[in-house]
T-cell receptor, first 117, second 111 residues
Framework: DGGITQSPKYLFRKEGQNVTLSCEQN?????MYWYRQDPGQGLRLIYYSQIVNDFQKGDIAEGYSVSREKKESFPLTVTSAQKNPTAFYLC????????????????FGPGTRLTVT | DAKTTQPNSMESNEEEPVHLPCNHSTISGTDYIHWYRQLPSQGPEYVIHGLTSNVNNRMASLAIAEDRKSSTLILHRATLRDAAVYYCILSKETSGSRLTFGEGTQLTVNP
């Protein structure tokens, strides 16, 4: 079955530690995204990548880093510089590629709930 | 970027139609109108999108005003599984598939 997988579903870390969230897709999509969601709020874009080996900052990139070495994988690292890392993290992908390509629907993974204490 | 305005919450009864409104008075000619919905503790799910004409798919219908300053998502017969937060989002063709989510409308469906 094609889709997006995120692991783990729940993640607990101590303050001051970096943590990497996994996102894999087998939909052959060019574009991938990372969002953060806080309780009762909408999603906010952290980083996005429209093609392999390229990515751009979203609206709240501070304290996060990403890489896009393979088309199917887009891991997100939450660094110790992120002041409020506890949140629900969602990964998505879409067919849309570089700018100028028509908007395509995004497919979302099940999310990772990160708790930092 | 153009913004959307949605009611915070709406209620409906099971098996009745639901009309979810969205205002986007500053929409530009190249903005697509997208609707997603999110069930509790899950990732959002694409519902429908359109540019100028009304659109229908197996999940819903999208009615777009002639001046494009508002749109309405129509669920023809609400079920309990339709209870979710519904997001109305504008995206520019030139920004690829980048989406900016607002806070959406929490739809409650009563049995």
């Amino acid at each position: 079955d094609g889709g997006i997988t995120q692991s783990p579903k729940y993640l607990f870390r101590k303050e001051g530690q970096n943590v990497t969230l996994s996102c894999e897709q087998n939909l052959n999509h060019d574009a991938m995204y990372w969002y953060r969601q806080d309780p009762g709020q909408g999603l906010r874009l952290i980083y996005y990548s429209q093609i392999v080996n390229d990515f751009q900052k979203g609206d709240i990139a501070e304290g996060y880093s990403v890489s896009r070495e393979k088309k199917e994988s887009f891991p997100l690292t939450v660094t110790s510089a992120q002041k409020n890392p506890t949140a629900f993290y969602l990964c998505a992908s879409s067919r849309g590629g570089p700018s100028g390509v028509r908007s395509y629907e995004q497919y979302f993974g099940p999310g990772t709930r990160l708790t930092v204490t | 970027d153009a913004k959307t305005t949605q009611p915070n919450s709406m209620e409906s009864n099971e098996e009745e139609p639901v009309h979810l409104p969205c205002n986007h008075s500053t929409i530009s000619g190249t903005d697509y109108i997208h609707w997603y919905r999110q069930l509790p503790s899950q990732g959002p799910e694409y519902v429908i999108h359109g540019l100028t004409s009304n659109v229908n798919n197996r999940m819903a219908s999208l009615a777009i005003a002639e001046d494009r300053k508002s749109s309405t998502l129509i669920l023809h017969r609400a079920t309990l599984r339709d209870a979710a937060v519904y997001y109305c989002i504008l995206s520019k063709e030139t920004s690829g598939s980048r989406l900016t989510f607002g806070e959406g409308t929490q739809l409650t469906v009563n049995p």
